[in-house]
């Protein structure tokens, strides 16, 4: 009996082991899965901070590179890497021009804006002026459309008014506001000295046609000889507007140069007797004859010299205004205001066109030489002419006052009353000298009507 119970725990003991055995295989077995699965999970916690950091690697690499490419790529949209020797050269020009305007005052009130339009259009990637959408003398419409590849920069802008006209007859409405046609009225004679000082003008357009130049190049040179900066550009904008920048320049700063240019001619044609040639006081002339006098020039003009008509129209309009006596607000204001804003706007334009390719060229050191001869034989021509006609007059003409022919008023009159007095204290030539003056205005705008004519 003890046998059988003995028996029998022996067989319950082993039946319980092997049932713990088998509950206990399972979680032994999850416990390792447990140990292996935090170990993987340890390992992948590990793998993604590697990964973690290698991407932050990586993006803080890329954050630098795009950063150095910005930089480059500004660096790259900068002027400064645009610039060459052409457009250094072009903006140590426009500062001589600032020195001469500034300092030497050489007509200050239109080579100032010159310089500083010369400075903006060759400073590089301004995009202010662009010289394709005027190319071939003509205004290309389709590019200051919307659909255009290229933005119009400010000047392209203004340009248009010097392209147009509408500048130098704006300008010549104040011009003729700021005239007094007396002298001449008082004095017709002296209309012939103004027409002798155009001889210049054609002179010149010959020998620029010997030097090679096209017709319309050689009358716009040649306008140089009629020393009126608005006329000049008049002419040049229809008739050779790649030469606009030289032209402006070389004519207003020979304008601005009278004083020196002037009297050695002067004095070299004359006689000291000559020189100290004393004139009788001009007949005071009327109201009615300076009211007159616009609208007989505006009708004769115009039908003479058709082309003429909007630079002498307005000149004449602008006289009228002073003259007339019952305009008074609107004559100081073309005097003033009106002329001050277009000369400036006509100044920043004129100067853009000043470009290294059209500026620095064999033809820009022929243009200012021809300049020169321009003006010198505009100058010749006026006291030639006096001289001749002295071989006739009773009563004798100072032939300094020929000089004044050239349309540079009142600058022109002054050399010539400077000059007088020099050789003769008690002379005074300054009223005497306007005659010529302004009929030289008169003259050099029909001149520039007939080159326009006949060269258009």
Not at 264 to 275: A, F, G, Q, S
Not at 288 to 303: G, H, N, Q, R, Y
Request: with cysteine; aromatic share 6%; charged share 15%.
């Amino acid at each position: 009996m003890t046998k059988k119970i003995i028996s029998v725990l022996a067989l319950v003991l082993m039946l319980t082991m092997s049932l713990s055995v088998c509950f206990a295989a399972p979680d032994d077995e999850a416990e390792s899965s447990s140990v292996l699965d935090a170990a993987a999970v340890s390992a992948g916690e590990t793998t993604e901070a590697e990964d973690g950091e290698k991407a932050d690697s990586v993006a803080g690499t890329t954050e630098e590179i795009s950063k150095t490419d910005a930089i480059v790529n500004f660096l790259k949209q900068t002027g400064f890497s645009m610039t060459n020797w052409q457009s250094l050269v072009m903006i140590l020009i426009a500062c001589v021009l600032f020195y001469l305007a500034i300092v030497k005052k050489f007509e200050p009130l239109l080579l100032l804006p010159i310089a500083f339009g010369m400075l903006l259009t060759n400073l590089m990637g301004a995009e202010v002026f662009h010289e394709e959408m005027f190319e071939g003398g003509h205004v290309h419409w389709d590019m200051f459309g919307t659909d255009s590849a290229i933005t119009p920069g400010l000047i392209d802008v203004l340009y248009l008014g010097v392209k147009l006209g509408i500048y130098p007859c704006l300008i010549f409405i104040g011009v003729g506001a700021m005239t007094d046609f007396g002298p001449l009225i008082a004095n017709p004679k002296s209309l012939l000295l103004g027409a002798a000082a155009q001889v210049g003008i054609f002179a010149t357009y010959l020998g620029a046609l010997a030097l090679g130049f096209t017709g319309p190049e050689a009358g716009s040179i040649g306008i140089i000889g009629g020393a009126d900066g608005p006329t000049a550009i008049f002419v040049t904008s229809k008739l050779a507007p790649q030469l606009l920048g030289p032209i402006a320049v070389a004519a207003y700063s020979y304008m601005a140069l009278v004083p020196v240019i002037q009297p050695p001619i002067m004095k070299l044609l004359t006689t000291k007797k000559e020189r100290q040639i004393e004139m009788k006081a001009l007949r005071s002339v009327s109201q009615k004859e300076k009211i007159l006098f616009p609208i007989v020039v505006t009708i004769f003009v115009a039908l003479l010299v058709p082309s003429a008509a909007p630079l002498v129209g307005c000149l004449m309009l602008g006289n009228l205004l002073k003259e007339s006596g019952v305009c008074e607000r609107l004559s100081k204001t073309v005097q003033n205001e009106l002329m001050n804003i277009v000369t400036v706007f006509l100044g920043v334009s004129v100067g853009a066109t000043a470009t290294a390719s059209t500026f620095l060229s064999l033809e820009t050191i022929k243009i200012i030489v021809m300049g020169v001869v321009a003006f010198g034989v505009a100058t010749a021509c006026g006291v030639l002419l006096a001289k001749f006609m002295n071989l006739f007059l009773k009563n004798k003409i100072n032939p300094l006052i020929g000089s004044a022919g050239v349309s540079a008023v009142p600058m022109a009159a002054r050399v010539s009353q400077t000059v007088g007095q020099k050789e003769n204290p008690s002379n005074f030539l300054l009223m005497h000298a306007m005659g010529p003056n302004v009929a030289g205005v008169i003259g050099s705008a029909i001149a520039a009507g007939a080159l326009i004519a006949m060269l258009g």
